[in-house]
């Protein structure tokens, strides 16, 4: 699947990056207790991390509110996913086990203070996947229950039009426990180097796999 950064959001967020993970022949399943318990003592070890800071004076969470502002949208109105995880765990509203794919986005989203989608393949339309702006008027059905404005939010958009964002993904998409092709994408913070992004998917995708099974492959794109 081929991968396209548009110039338009090039223009308005010069620093943008993202890495693209494609997985063939994954199992996905009730997640494993090794990653069922990093992800829960993670959880409880940024609690009290968060105690005596703001979630916003975070690194990558600061880094990731300036990328939405670049784009056009108010990062205080419109939080992208990581923030939202981060924000949950300071309310000690921790993260309950879902499946083995969106429990290790959640662990690594949280560890790393970026967001990550993850996708069925076998949902998507059409040869190439575009990371874009939304455009006036677009919007989808997210997972967070609600009808999503997509305007001036960077989204993953397919053949027929977007699935994915940093804010929120669509139902449409979602990985479950049907899924046996994903698409994996890591919005990546732009003060990484690529040796940086470069071992951080890496080490995405290991585990991924170790869990899953299967074949990955990645790619990074992103504005020159």
């Known amino acids: 699947m081929e991968i396209i950064v548009s110039n338009k959001l090039c223009s308005a967020v010069p620093g943008f990056s993202a890495a693209v993970i494609q997985y063939k022949g994954v199992q996905v399943g009730p997640s494993p207790q090794m990653l069922k318990g990093r992800l ?17 004076e975070l690194e990558g969470i ?3 509110r300036a990328v939405f502002k670049q784009a056009g949208r108010d990062p205080n109105r419109f939080r992208h996913s990581a923030e939202a995880l981060y924000r949950r765990v300071q309310k000690q509203n921790y993260l309950q086990s879902i499946h083995s794919a969106v429990d290790l986005n959640n ?3 949280l560890k790393y203070q970026l967001p990550i989608g993850a996708y069925d393949q076998d949902k998507l339309s059409g040869g190439h996947v575009e990371l874009r702006l939304g455009h006036d008027g677009e919007a989808y059905e997210g997972i967070n229950g609600r009808e999503n404005s997509l305007n001036s939010l ?6 027929s039009g977007p699935f994915g964002s940093p804010f929120v993904d669509s139902v449409k998409t979602v990985v479950t426990t049907e899924t046996t092709n994903v698409l994996q994408i890591l919005y990546l913070r732009p003060s990484l180097d690529t040796a940086e992004k470069i071992k951080l998917t890496e080490s995405l995708m290991e585990m991924f796999l170790q869990i899953h099974g299967g074949e990955g492959s990645y790619t990074l794109a992103g504005c020159e």
């Open 62 to 64: 600061k880094e990731w």
């Open 107 to 109: 662990f690594f989203s």
């Open 40 to 56: 829960q003592l993670f959880q409880e070890s940024l609690y009290f991390d968060l105690e005596d800071s703001k979630v916003t």
């Open 154 to 159: 960077i989204v993953s958009a397919d053949k």
